[in-house]
């Protein structure tokens, strides 16, 4: 293989699963590290599985140059599919300069070919040329993130998933002692992936799917699983736009805004005295009505009563 008590509880503060518990990894993916209270596990490893074209290299590679750009942490992208030159020219187009955090030695990437002919060769399989080569990247720039994308390629020429299981394992523990905070992207299979496995040995999974109803697609995404920490169950939509990655986490958004107390006349007075004093300043009011019944005249009165003040 060749590497190209008895006592009253109190109530704990938001702040103290972050700072006494489980420490995480903004991933700078807008919606994202809501969700997960907080962001990826740190020093440890998140699957990110879905089908073709979910999203998963994308969701990576984002929180991969996040953390270069915005958090101080360079990362390493090992991609077993495509060139390494490859994914910088398909990233370029939502503002991701791969190539300027090489030369600013925020980022390395690297390709590895997997031919399974060879392996048929050879007999025996382990993984030792891949942690040889990533050793050395995260050595060159001290990286922090790490992203191995897709993972399954590397398995997908042999039979015995004792092999599989085992290599699988030694992977995850040779990153976690390491100390990355890494990604592994998965191709669904029968279950949350090919193998079954990965999921097992993550600590964090994050599945995406895309589902098409009445000509419509719509994008999801579900935390299935998050060792450690609380999480939100839901499933939640997200976008793939210029901007890159967006999650909507529409069922938690909270209603925290400042409302005004400050009311204002309709222009009626008796309407005004049936409305406590008049609509709030910055609400909506709505008139409905069927027709001839003075919707429009009512909403003249409106405006002429705003021209008045």
């Known amino acids: 293989m060749t590497p190209s008590s008895h006592a009253r509880a109190q109530p704990v503060p938001a702040t103290a699963e972050v700072s006494v518990g489980l420490q995480k990894a903004p991933s700078g993916i807008r919606g994202l590290d809501e969700i997960t209270r907080g962001g990826l596990p740190r020093g440890r490893t998140t699957l990110v599985t879905g089908g073709t074209g979910t999203g998963k290299t994308l969701l990576a590679l984002q929180f991969l140059v996040c953390g270069a750009r915005d958090y101080g942490e360079p990362g390493v992208l090992l991609t077993f599919e495509e060139s390494a030159a490859k994914v910088s020219a398909n990233v370029a187009s939502l503002g991701f300069d791969l190539d300027t955090?090489?030369?600013?030695?925020l980022l390395v990437t690297d390709s590895f070919r997997v031919d399974p002919f060879d392996f048929a060769e050879a007999g025996e399989f382990d993984l030792e040329p891949v942690f040889l080569l990533l050793a050395d990247?995260?050595?060159?720039?001290?990286?922090?993130?790490?992203?191995?994308?897709?993972?399954?390629?590397?398995?997908d020429a042999f039979e015995k998933q004792s092999i599989v299981r085992a290599e699988l394992r030694r992977l995850f523990t040779w990153l976690e002692e390491r100390a990355v905070t890494a990604i592994v992207t998965g191709e669904r299979g029968d279950g949350l992936t090919r193998?079954?496995?990965?999921?097992?040995?993550?600590?964090?999974?994050?599945?995406?799917?895309?589902?098409?109803?009445?000509?419509?697609?719509?994008?999801?995404?579900?935390?299935?699983?998050?060792?450690?920490?609380?999480?939100?169950?839901?499933?939640?939509?997200?976008?793939?736009?210029?901007?890159?990655?967006?999650?909507?986490?529409?069922?938690?958004?909270?209603?925290?805004?400042?409302?005004?107390?400050?009311?204002?006349?309709?222009?009626?007075?008796?309407?005004?005295?049936?409305?406590?004093?008049?609509?709030f300043r910055g609400s909506t009011v709505l008139v409905s009505g069927g027709a001839g019944t003075g919707k429009t005249t009512l909403g003249a009165h409106l405006i002429d009563a705003a021209c008045a003040r």
């Open 101 to 105: 955090l090489q030369r600013d030695h």
């Open 137 to 155: 990247s995260i050595e060159r720039i001290g990286a922090k993130r790490v992203v191995l994308d897709t993972i399954e390629v590397l398995f």
């Open 195 to 279: 193998h079954g496995i990965e999921e097992y040995v993550s600590d964090c999974v994050i599945v995406l799917d895309q589902r098409v109803r009445e000509e419509v697609a719509t994008r999801i995404l579900r935390i299935v699983k998050y060792r450690g920490s609380a999480h939100e169950t839901n499933e939640y939509p997200f976008l793939i736009s210029a901007r890159g990655f967006t999650v909507l986490p529409s069922t938690s958004v909270r209603l925290d805004y400042s409302v005004s107390e400050e009311r204002l006349s309709t222009g009626v007075p008796r309407l005004d005295h049936m409305l406590g004093g008049g609509p």
